[in-house]
């Protein structure tokens, strides 16, 4: 299994509030992403990152920041979470050596809780 | 833009019965993959069997196999002998590389919830 950890698992949180979500990989691996899974949805994803401090948007990322100052760690931010943000969030790593050899590799998620 | 679309939200299968998932996608690229992942109760993520778009044969991995209909724009997952422990939310997934980026964008579908019978 790849080495991914995401922190924290679970969390409740209020309306206004900041929420920062961890992904955490041991694999180095250059590429990593947020996504959201919402019923009727599928995954979504949110941003994702191709190197230390190089992010950029996908489809869902309005009320979302992200920051990656080392290879291993990329944060995912609320900067005020609404209860729309409701969500499990997956975060996912991959190499990108080649479209062949390409493959996402997800960690176990994190279940948020907008109240 | 490019769409994927699982039609099925929900099935059932008897253990050690075949069991069919649907895909259908739009894209007018050329160069693609496709995927099937699979989600268990646990929620971790796990690869199943992948297809490149410029390859006729269809991919196979042990109990997994797909059938690609490139024309079609189909790409459905067949799990033969099935077992308990394939019951799982199953995604299909669309991937187009980028070669000015370098990177590479999925589309997930919705996910065909899938349970096995004992």
């Known amino acids: 299994d790849a080495g991914i950890t995401q922190s924290p698992r679970h969390k409740v949180t209020e309306t206004g509030t900041p929420v920062t979500l961890r992904c955490h990989q041991t694999?180095?691996?250059?590429?990593m992403y947020w996504y959201r899974q919402d019923p009727g949805h599928g995954l979504r994803l949110i941003h994702y990152?191709?190197?230390?401090?190089?992010?950029d948007k996908g489809e869902v990322s309005d009320g979302y920041s992200v920051s990656r100052s080392k290879t291993e760690d990329f944060l995912l931010t609320l900067e005020s979470a609404t209860s729309s943000q409701t969500s499990v969030y997956f975060c996912?790593?991959?190499?990108?050596?080649?479209?062949?050899?390409?493959?996402?590799?997800f960690g176990p998620g994190t279940r948020l809780l907008v109240l | 833009a490019q769409t994927v679309t699982q039609s099925q939200p929900e099935m059932s299968v008897q253990e050690a019965e075949t069991v069919t998932l649907s895909c259908t996608y739009d894209?007018?690229?050329?160069?693609?993959?496709l995927f099937w992942y699979k989600q268990p109760p646990s929620r971790q993520m796990i690869l199943v069997i992948r297809?490149?778009?410029?390859?006729?044969q269809n991919a196979t991995e042990n109990r997994f196999s797909v059938n690609f209909q490139k024309a079609a724009k189909s790409f459905s997952l067949k799990i033969s002998d099935s077992q308990l422990g394939d019951t799982a939310m199953y995604f299909c997934?669309?991937?187009?590389?980028?070669?000015?980026?370098?990177?590479?964008?999925?589309?997930f579908g919705t996910g065909t919830r899938l349970k096995v019978l004992a």
């Open positions: 996912a790593i991959s190499e990108m050596n080649s479209p062949l050899q390409e493959t996402q590799y």
């Open positions: 297809q490149e778009a410029y390859k006729q």
């Open positions: 990152s191709y190197g230390v401090k190089d992010t």
């Open positions: 997934a669309f991937m187009k590389p980028n070669p000015t980026s370098g990177t590479y964008k999925y589309i």
């Open positions: 894209t007018s690229e050329s160069n693609y993959y």
């Open positions: 694999e180095n691996h250059r590429y």
